[in-house]
């Protein structure tokens, strides 16, 4: 297909290494600055798990937020606080795709380009929104593999919004919510569509009640958003629970009960 005419689906792949370049170092914590909040959430990841490296995608989220891309400067100020070098971090920013390499306008739309939204008519959509975009530097709108959102085809993720089925014409109103600070087309909104399940809308009226109404409340203006990261890394409400997995009781060790 036309996209993926550069060879391959990861950006950069073609980008010759620089085999004559020094080594990477972890940069010197006395010489590095980094701002306070960012240092405080990137330690808070790496508390989460036993191998601080498991923490290098929402550490490079965050860093994403302050700087609006994974530039230099935050690669650079991640890997200080993780005691990784940049070129590990490097290597993983560049793999993927919610992760920015390069400036970018701070409003994220993905139009989802893959096979069900393809077929209803995705190509033109981007197209449209493409159109309706020229020119604004604050709107990155970009084609976007698979979402999960194929019931709703064709659709795009507008700052962690999903919103579907859209039609070309809906691309000007798209943009026009955008800069009007308001959210974006608001009655194709996932979050707003009715559930098979009656007590989500019991659970969503309670959580919108207690503040925790993120999704009701969501939009290309989200308070709860601060700059583009993607739409899985940002902008996600909290699901349930899972239920307590018990390991199977050991010889001996089974209360009592018979084998």
Known sequence: ????????????????????????AVPDPATTEVPADLRREIAE?????????????PALAAAQRVHGWCSPQALEQVACVMALTPAYLDAVATFYDMLETEPVGRHSVYVCTNISCSMCGADEL?????????GEQDINVRAFECMGAC??????????????????????????????????????QLARRPCADPGVR???????????????????ANPDVSS??????????????????RPPAADGQNGGQGG
């Open 45 to 57: 990841h790496m508390a989460k798990y036993p191998d601080r490296r498991s923490a290098v995608l």
């Open 126 to 134: 981007l197209q449209e929104v493409r159109a309706a975009a020229a």
């Open 228 to 245: 583009s990261a993607g739409p899985p890394m940002k902008g996600d409400a909290p699901g349930p629970a899972a239920p307590i997995e």
């Open 1 to 24: 297909m036309p996209r993926f005419t550069h060879g391959s689906r990861v950006p950069g792949w073609d980008r010759a290494a620089d085999l004559e370049r020094d080594p990477a």
């Open 151 to 188: 019931d709703i085809a064709p659709m795009a993720s507008v700052d962690g919004v999903y919103v579907g089925p859209l039609e070309p014409a809906d691309a000007g109103r798209l943009v026009k919510d955008i800069l009007a600070g308001r959210p974006v087309l608001e009655a194709k």
């Open 202 to 220: 019991a659970e969503q009226s309670a959580a919108g009640a207690s503040g925790q109404g993120h999704r009701a409340r969501a939009g290309a």
